[in-house]
């Protein structure tokens, strides 16, 4: 089955842009959605199809997806950025799949 | 307001059958492209996602748990319901149900606040 690969964590200073990626296979064939999850929270879909905002997510939030590589782009992050985040696909009109997930610490 | 919860039994017994209901308001899932997923996480792990069932009550399932799982519309046309055979130790996890409004290619926008089930005997 098809596999997203995620690095376990990434840094940013406050006020600084985070960049979280998602690998996968021709992944810029398929439509990515992203997700933020707070600790002992349900996630929060913040990006879909690839670079579409839900209403009452801030433009801070920003995605791409390419070739091989999906990414989230988080600019100015906040102290209430600080979360797990992960990506997903359909994947061969047959299943969902998610990355293992992101953890974003802001510094 | 779209809200969703899930319930069902907060401890199984291995090799029992878990039945998960998804009770959802603000939507019909008879709505063209509406669907409905179930994904699970275990403690301290990532999400999985499990099944999933469209507006038109044809269901998708994960390649390495199809054979266990059942997902279905409930009696009630605001529920979807989830099964779950021979449940195992390693199936203890937070169980959400969420909607995705826009078909496969959309994502889940709203989810529930998810039910842990734990597995031991």
């Known amino acids: 089955s098809y596999e997203l690969t995620q690095s376990l964590s990434v840094s940013v200073a406050l006020g600084q842009t985070a960049r979280i990626t998602c690998g996968g296979s021709n992944i810029g064939s398929k439509r990515v959605h992203w997700y933020q999850q707070k600790s002992g929270q349900a996630p929060v879909l913040v990006i879909y199809?690839?670079?579409n905002r839900p209403s009452g997510i801030p433009d801070r939030f920003s995605g791409f997806n390419s070739g091989n590589t999906a990414a989230l782009t988080i600019s100015g992050a906040q102290a209430g950025d600080d979360a797990d985040y992960y990506c997903q696909v359909w994947d061969s009109d047959t299943e969902r799949v998610f990355g293992g997930g992101t953890k974003l610490t802001v510094l | 307001q779209v809200t969703l919860r899930e319930s069902g039994p907060a401890l199984v017994k291995p090799t029992q059958t878990l039945t998960l209901t998804c009770t959802f308001s603000g939507f019909s899932l008879n709505t063209g492209k509406m669907c409905l997923s179930w994904i699970r996480q275990p403690p301290g792990k990532g999400l999985e996602w499990l099944a999933l069932?469209?507006?038109?009550?044809?269901?998708y399932y994960s390649t390495s748990l199809r054979t266990r799982l059942t997902i279905s519309k409930g009696a009630s046309k605001n529920q979807v319901v989830l099964t779950m055979t021979n449940m195992d130790p390693a199936d203890t996890a937070t169980y959400y149900c969420?909607?995705?409004?826009?078909?496969?290619?959309?994502?889940?926008?709203?989810w529930g606040q998810g039910t842990l089930v734990t597995v031991s005997s």
């Open positions: 069932i469209d507006w038109d009550d044809d269901k």
């Open positions: 969420a909607r995705i409004r826009d078909g496969f290619y959309g994502g889940e926008d709203h």
């Open positions: 199809r690839d670079d």
